[in-house]
């Protein structure tokens, strides 16, 4: 299947499910990286605008780069209050933006769709100079009991799935080839806190995820539902997780 399709009808969950990340890891990104209000930015792979949201609370002007319509239309829905929203129907690999036009890249809970070659080539198009690229993820700690037996559910149910945020691990091949081995690692803590609504919808939003014609989505959704009743603390549960990124020129 087209990696592009692979959301879809996922964008209910994902507003509902999808966490969002450190305050601390935004702040870093303006003081130390010099991103001003006056900063263009292109967040490729947008979804529904998770990451974005920040970038436009800051005031930036932000192209949220999006090809799938399910995503891109809830993103246009949460965010067409900012005037410095721009929504574009493009991909990692051809953004349709102009060169030189923007002076910062992120993309959050996606690199690992794109084609890396071929998005370090459309990053460089589009990037002024000087211009850097954040790659960044909401990661697991796979220590984590609750991120352990849901790892344990997710590969006895989900035929697609091959490891948390597409597999991707620290200071992973890719990451290194996109940025020639020469970046920065920034990690803070984000701990999840997750009524039982929004972790089932977290779940559920994931691209590997069973959908509910499949034939065994109810036990699926039943061992997830298991998962967090064994958990819970007055209705909610603890996940150990950091929002990362990396950092760097291409």
């Not at 239309?73 to 030189?100: H, R, W």
């Amino acid at each position: 299947m087209d990696a592009t399709r692979k959301f879809n009808g996922r964008a209910d969950d994902y507003l509902i499910g999808r966490p969002g990340y450190s305050d601390a890891l935004i702040e870093c990104m303006y003081f130390r990286y010099s991103i001003s209000a006056a900063s263009v930015i292109a967040d490729i792979g947008s979804g529904t605008g998770k990451f974005a949201w920040y970038l436009l609370e800051k005031g930036n002007k932000v192209y949220c780069v999006e090809p799938n319509s399910d995503m891109r239309k809830a993103a246009e829905q949460e965010l067409g209050k900012y005037p410095n929203f721009i929504s574009v129907n493009g991909t990692a690999e051809n953004t349709t933006l102009n060169e030189d036009s923007v002076d910062f890249i992120t993309t959050a809970q996606a690199f690992h769709w794109f084609d890396v070659e071929r998005f370090r080539k459309e990053c460089h198009r589009i990037l002024r100079n000087g211009g850097k690229v954040f790659l960044v993820w909401n990661s697991r700690n796979q220590e984590d009991v609750i991120n352990r037996e849901q790892y344990e559910i997710n590969t006895r149910y989900c035929p697609n799935f091959t490891g948390f945020n597409g597999g991707i691990q620290q200071d992973d091949q890719r990451i290194r080839e996109f940025f020639h081995n020469e970046y920065e690692y920034l990690t803070f803590e984000n701990s999840l806190i997750m009524d039982k609504k929004k972790y089932i919808a977290r779940c559920l939003s994931s691209s590997y995820s069973l959908k509910q014609d499949d034939t065994k989505f109810e036990e699926y959704l039943d061992a997830l539902e298991r998962l967090f009743d064994k958990y819970e603390n007055n209705g909610s549960i603890m996940i150990s997780n950091c929002s990362i990124a990396y950092v760097g020129r291409v």
